[in-house]
């Protein structure tokens, strides 16, 4: 049975994704309007995620699907169309954001491959041990607001990894592919993001007389 | 291994499941450094904070919003759409940064 015969006989929402996606491409506007009613909720999360904003997420979100509806005949099959998507996600972001100065914070990132150690090659500084865990903490207002802080002072070429690979779980492969990196600079900016997390946090979870186990 | 080794390595698997000479070199180090199992632990608390998070759900108004868009581009009423913004009275309005070749509403 042809699959536009399919679209009209069948309810979109039961419709296999490849299906769905073949059609929109051939201009079928009830297969478009279903692809952006799959996906509307994924793009909007991730692109929250990315700006901790929710006007921004919005602005991301519509010209994410604007750009969808006007790049779909160039999606050719090869990836997951999700990770097409959280390509053109991010490139919006990009765009978003160019204009900030980040020089200053990547300096500040790169050092953090040269922790302080002593010439021995050991810590040259006691790590204070982070007692409290993320349960007993419960995401306090004053918590949130801390990591809100920590995140958005991440240049985006970090964040939009630390998003991907942690938050969202998505593999190596996968991240590098969506920025449009090489694996091994998707795991270096990673390092660097969490470790740059992990500083702007210290001081507000480490135990008061820090100290070792 | 020294702890710089293990601070350029240790976070690519924070779990340390891997099996590799490296891998096995770093679980022995960190059963005999309590800095960088306290680092590990702090790493990996970082990552849970960030995970627990909450994660919003797409609010009414944007989703109308979208599919306001999306209308216009089915109707072909445009080959150019351009972004609907939030107005003061909470109805869909054009946004001004996105081009477009004409007004859709």
Not at chain 1, 75 to 100: A, E, Q
Not at chain 1, 110 to 136: C, M, Q, Y
Not at chain 2, 54 to 74: E, Q, S, V
Request: some cysteine; overall charge positive; hydrophobic content about 30%.
């Amino acid at each position: 049975m042809p699959a536009s015969h399919l679209l009209k006989t069948s309810s979109p929402r039961t419709l296999p994704e490849e299906l769905i996606i073949a059609e929109a491409r051939r201009g079928d506007r009830k297969a478009f309007a279903e692809l952006v009613r799959r996906y509307e909720e994924t793009v909007y999360r991730f692109s929250y995620k990315l700006c901790r904003d929710r006007e921004k997420a919005e602005e991301t979100l519509q010209d994410t699907f604007i750009n969808v509806f006007r790049k779909l005949n160039s999606f050719d099959g090869k990836s997951k169309f999700s990770t097409w998507l959280y390509t053109i996600v991010v490139n919006n972001c990009r765009m978003r954001h160019r204009r900030r100065k980040i020089r200053e914070i990547e300096e500040s990132l790169e050092s953090l491959d040269n922790p302080p150690a002593s010439v021995d090659g050991h810590f040259s500084k006691e790590i204070a041990r982070w007692e409290e865990t993320p349960a007993d903490l419960m995401l306090g207002k004053e918590l949130k607001e801390q990591l809100d802080a920590a995140i958005q002072k991440l240049p985006d070429e970090y964040r939009v990894v630390f998003v991907l690979r942690d938050i969202d779980g998505r593999s190596t492969e996968e991240t590098a592919a969506i920025v449009g990196i090489s694996q091994e600079a998707a795991k270096s900016r990673l390092r660097r993001a969490r470790a740059y997390l992990r500083e702007q946090l210290d001081p507000y979870m480490s135990t008061p007389q820090g100290g070792r186990r | 291994m020294k702890c710089r080794d293990v601070y350029l390595h240790i976070c690519e698997n924070l779990d340390q499941g891997a099996d590799s000479p490296r891998c096995r070199q770093i679980r022995r180090h960190l059963e005999a450094c309590s800095d960088c199992a306290s680092y590990l632990d702090s790493l990996k608390k970082t990552v849970d904070l960030y995970r627990a998070l909450p994660d919003p759900r797409i609010p009414r108004g944007a989703h109308l919003r979208l599919f306001k868009i999306i209308k216009t581009i089915n109707r072909g009423e445009t080959s150019s759409p351009r972004r609907l913004k939030k107005t003061a009275d909470g109805k869909a309005g054009h946004g001004a940064k996105t081009p477009g070749k004409r007004r859709n509403n």
